[in-house]
């Protein structure tokens, strides 16, 4: 069965928040990426988890130093290196692993540390994440072993390494490689790309985003929907609604943006937060 992501489904998104509560109800995102020159991948990310509500949001460089202590045009986010955060005692919710992060040996270490040790966490692996998984190296036992806490958000490129099979093959058929994908990986899956699908590793319904367009088609916009996601897991939505509803307003702020002729030509990753952001607090309280 096929259903369509209309923001009728997605009650759980626009809860008024509780007049008493705290940051610690908001939950923690780690965000874990951002070698060789793709600093800033994690950064949108995390700026794009903020901007979704979530209540913290730590950033780890995959360096043995920090490249950078503070991102002087989002101070709210705790930025350390990844290794830092993995061995920290703060509760972490959902790790968001992947964007800018490489293939190199240390990378590949870094997510199997993440699948090992912080098995009770929610995953989401998104980028080079799902390159090294689908490198012939890595044991997907691994990845099984996260008993289906486990996000993977491939574009057809990244789909088609994990399947083994040409990008184009997966643009013909792209129901059967988001069913594939999530019953190979025992994963929810996010496909992406027009009318992005999303399939949940134990149900057979397929849902198909209705928001979107070609402002989309630039670099970075895969981040933020990363950290988006990553941003309402943590903030204790169900994963369905927590990923539908990311899905959902990404594709919506780039079409409510095109309206106001800011896209679909040039419009940038971190305005697609902003504009969520307004989305989410508009249909939540008006
Ligand atoms: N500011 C930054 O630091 C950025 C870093 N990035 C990182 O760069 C690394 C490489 O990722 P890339 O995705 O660029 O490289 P990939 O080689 O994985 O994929 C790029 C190619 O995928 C194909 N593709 C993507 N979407 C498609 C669609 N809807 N239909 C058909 N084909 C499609 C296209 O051929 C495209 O050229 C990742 O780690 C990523 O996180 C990128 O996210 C861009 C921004
Ligand atoms: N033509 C399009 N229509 C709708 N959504 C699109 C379109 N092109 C790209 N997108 C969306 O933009 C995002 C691009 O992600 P990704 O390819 O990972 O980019 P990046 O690696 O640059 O961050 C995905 O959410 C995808 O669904």
Known sequence: MIVDINFENLSELFQ??????????????GIIGGSNGMLGSILLAGRAALKLGVGKVLIGFAYNESPISVDF??????INTATYWLKSQIKVN???IGCGLGQSIFSQKLINEILILKRKSTIVLDADALNILASKNFSKSKLNCANNTVVL????????????????EIQNNRLDAVRLLSKNFKAWIVLKGKNTLVCSPDDKTIFRNTTGNPGLASSGTGDVLAGMIGSLISQKLCLKQAILGAVW????ASDELSLENIGPI??????IADCARKIRNKITYN
Do not use: F
């Open 153 to 168: 958000t491939p574009h057809p490129a990244e789909a088609a390494r994990l399947l083994g099979c040409s990008t184009q």
């Open 16 to 29: 008024k928040r509780n007049l008493d509560s705290n940051k610690g109800d908001y939950g923690t995102v």
């Open 73 to 78: 045009m989002q101070p709210e986010l705790m």
């Open 94 to 96: 959902t790790w968001v």
């Open 249 to 252: 307003l990404h594709g919506k």
């Open 266 to 271: 040039g419009l940038t990753a971190n305005e």
